[in-house]
């Protein structure tokens, strides 16, 4: 892969970074390297020991050019997983186990399921409210490991990062953060000191709602010789249970890492002007919005149904799951048994995309009133 020059924006990384290195005839893009095995001989190495890659469970080239753009996004290695939650379940896997770990009370729905499972089989978990950092510097001592999230999903809190991991590190306390929604570009916990960065690459890196992919990073520990231990045993992880992208998922996603910048600067843009347009929108009894990013969460007031009509009564959004694509969808995420019951019932998740932001607007005012005057 090509070597870059120092200090280069993201802007420039997400454009350069991942490409084969510069010679003549050399493709521009990565090749969809599909291939199951690779030839071990001759042996690289005089005492016939194949150094080169062996099997397509363990490594894979297109795999490759997508870690080395997340990575330098985040400022570590990375690992591509085979989803969001296969990367979730690797990192929680590989944490210290002898002792409590300290997590969200209200993490993305699918990583509360599985700390729960973890509880369940018999370790300490202190449940936190991220927002309360008093209260999350508390229930550090004594503890092995320490789960974030921020902002939640979906109720968009925002953890005290900079403090929170920093008294985790002063405790020896192994961190983990989900850094799904606020992206690389305007938050890297690894530079915080955190130990792993876990993402849903499913959401914005990707960028397109075509695949589902996820991600770890961890922060290289010396230089490239020195082994990482968090790399080391995500890799293994990895290898091990089996939870691999596919190439052709590793090939779209970095193509999409290529507009990530662009993206989140117009989805980011158009969540802060949606934001401040639906405070003071008489149909919306709240709205979460950080002050950043391109997420947002809304309550209207009424029933459940009454938020169900909103969502089914816009054109332009589309009432889904997911989030972090070009286009923005919208979704009452109480209609999953699984999301929290801290989760108010007419919350409705905005996942807001590219579009021309008027349309955005138009749209979703038109929807928020159709439960006052019914057509
Ligand atoms: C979607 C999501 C996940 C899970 O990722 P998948 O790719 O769906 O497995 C994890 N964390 C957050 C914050 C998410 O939004």
Redesign the pocket.
Known sequence: MTEQPPGLAPATVVVTVGRPARRPGAPVNPPIELSSTYAAYPALEPDGVATNLGYGRASNATWEAFEEAVGALEGGRALCFA??????SAALAVLPADGPLVAPRT??N??GALIAEVEAAGREVRRVDVEDTPAVVAALDGARALWL?SP??PLMQVADLPVIIREAVARRVAVVC?N??ATPLLQQPLALGADIV??????YLSGHSDL???VTVTRPVGPDAVPDPWYAALLAHRTRHGAIAGPFEAWLALRGIRTLHVRHERACANAADLARRLATHPEVTRVRYPGWGAMLAIEVPGSAQDAERVAAACRVWLGAT???GVESLIERRRRYPGESELVPETLLRLSVGIEDVEDLWRDLDQALRVTRYPA
């Open positions: 989803s969001g939650m296969a990367a979730i993490p993305y699918t990583s999230e939640t999903n989900d799904t929604f876990v993402h849903s690459a499913t959401k589902l992919m996820g997911s989030l972090g």
